[in-house]
């Protein structure tokens, strides 16, 4: 378990998957990296016009139907440094599964988060939820990975 002030050095936190891994290839993987990188636009983009979701954080969740409702709880977070480090990622059929950690002003872990998508033909994102815990951590970005199919890389 890794703690919610517990530091890591950025050279720990995998900046993307190696080349061949799920995580690569992953469209919540893209979302994350484009919301974190400022361009909420484009990370809108992967998601459907009538998206249904579920954001779950520690005492309340955010539930809506459509990308607008995206929108409006991402822009409700304010200028925030934060981004999420996906360690392991796995698709089956239509279904998507990325696990990770919430790291904040680049060296604090704060939590870990499970997501899993819907995705369409289209490759748009019509069904997403995420949960994320500030307290359990099933696994780190500074762990050695297990699974070669959804490596980190160091």
């Known amino acids: 378990m890794t703690a919610p002030d517990s530091a890591v050095p950025d050279s720990a936190v995998p900046a993307s998957a190696a080349p061949g891994s799920t995580l690569s290839d992953s469209t919540l993987v893209t979302y ?11 990370g809108l ?4 016009p009538d998206v249904t979701f579920a954001i ?6 955010v539930r809506g139907t459509d990308r607008d409702g995206v929108r409006r709880y991402l822009e409700g977070r304010g200028p925030i440094d934060r981004r999420h480090v996906p360690t392991h990622a796995t698709r089956t059929g239509e279904l998507e599964f ?3 950690a919430v ?3 680049g060296v604090t872990i704060t939590g870990h ?15 997403y939820q995420v949960a994320f815990d ?12 297990t699974d070669p199919a959804s490596p980190t890389r160091d």
């Open 134 to 145: 500030p307290e359990l951590g099933l696994v780190s970005p500074t762990l050695a990975p």
């Open 45 to 48: 983009t992967l998601l459907s």
């Open 113 to 127: 988060f499970l997501a899993s998508a819907r995705i369409d033909d289209d490759g748009l994102i019509t069904g």
């Open 56 to 61: 779950l954080l520690p005492g309340s969740a």
């Open 32 to 42: 994350y990296s484009r919301v974190d990188s400022g361009d909420l636009e484009a």
């Open 98 to 100: 990325v696990y990770g």
């Open 103 to 105: 790291v904040e002003d």
